[in-house]
């Protein structure tokens, strides 16, 4: 059973940083093309970053200078560190895997606000 456990959501004051932990289970992530998306109220979900299983990334204008995506196969985990983080930052972070079918966590909640 394949399980990807999202962790480290929270409230953030603006230009605080946050680090997403997204743990794998029942796959052989290594393999695995790995991804963060988000989705705010009222507003279609999109990608923020991508890292492909040899390791290249790509990010969403929007975050690039500002979040890091990385990925520990020996900890089949990734994670996305997020710095400089805005109120537009807000949002539900899911974690999504991919290596031919698709698989997605719950999610956790971001909130940036003063």
């Known amino acids: 059973q394949v399980q990807l456990v999202e962790s480290g959501g929270n409230l953030v004051q603006p230009g605080g940083s946050l680090k997403l932990s997204c743990a794998a289970s029942?796959?052989?992530?290594?393999?695995?093309?790995m991804a963060w998306y988000r989705q705010a109220p009222g507003k279609q979900r999109e990608r923020v970053a991508f890292i492909t299983s040899a390791g290249v990334t790509n990010y969403l204008d929007s975050v690039k200078g500002r979040f890091t995506i990385s990925r520990d196969n020996a900890k089949n985990t990734v994670y996305l560190q997020m710095n400089s983080l805005k109120p537009e930052d807000t949002a539900l972070y899911s974690c999504?895997?991919?290596?031919?079918?698709?698989?997605w966590g719950q999610g956790t909640q971001v909130t940036v606000s003063s």
């Open positions: 029942g796959i052989t992530f290594s393999t695995y093309f």
């Open positions: 999504y895997a991919e290596y031919i079918i698709g698989y």
